[in-house]
Nanobody
């Protein structure tokens, strides 16, 4: 089992930056893929970014790769999502997820473990 706890969400203004954290516990994450997803009201959950825990390789949704950066700190068992130049359309609940599937899945159905989510609200 893997437990994931997100933090760092909040209310910001357009153009601001925010860094989300996802603390993982429960088992070793070697070769796991760690992903960030988001879900806006009335919309489906969508892929944001993913990173391979061991190798550090990453992938992004095309619409977010210029503003968002995913990273991990192996010593702290934590994955981060740095979000810059935030826009109102980035408003959503952001979820951290983990899976042993490779390589770096983008489908929500391929992720096994999920956090409870953290709200990000960007005001105009």
């Amino acid at each position: 089992q893997v437990q994931l706890v997100e933090s760092g969400g909040g209310l910001v203004q357009t153009g601001d930056s925010l860094r989300l954290s996802c603390a993982a516990s429960g088992r070793t994450l070697n070769n796991f893929a760690m992903g960030w997803f988001r879900q806006a009201p009335g919309k489906e959950r969508e892929f944001v970014a993913a990173i391979n825990w061991s190798r550090g390789s990453s992938r992004y949704a095309d619409s977010m790769k210029d503003r968002f950066t995913i990273s991990r700190d192996n010593a702290k068992n934590t994955v981060y999502l740095q979000m810059n130049s935030l826009k109102p359309e980035d408003t959503a609940v952001y979820y951290c997820a983990a899976t042993y599937r490779q390589p770096l899945p983008v489908l929500t159905t391929l992720y096994v473990y999920w956090g409870q989510g953290t709200q990000v609200t960007v005001s105009s």
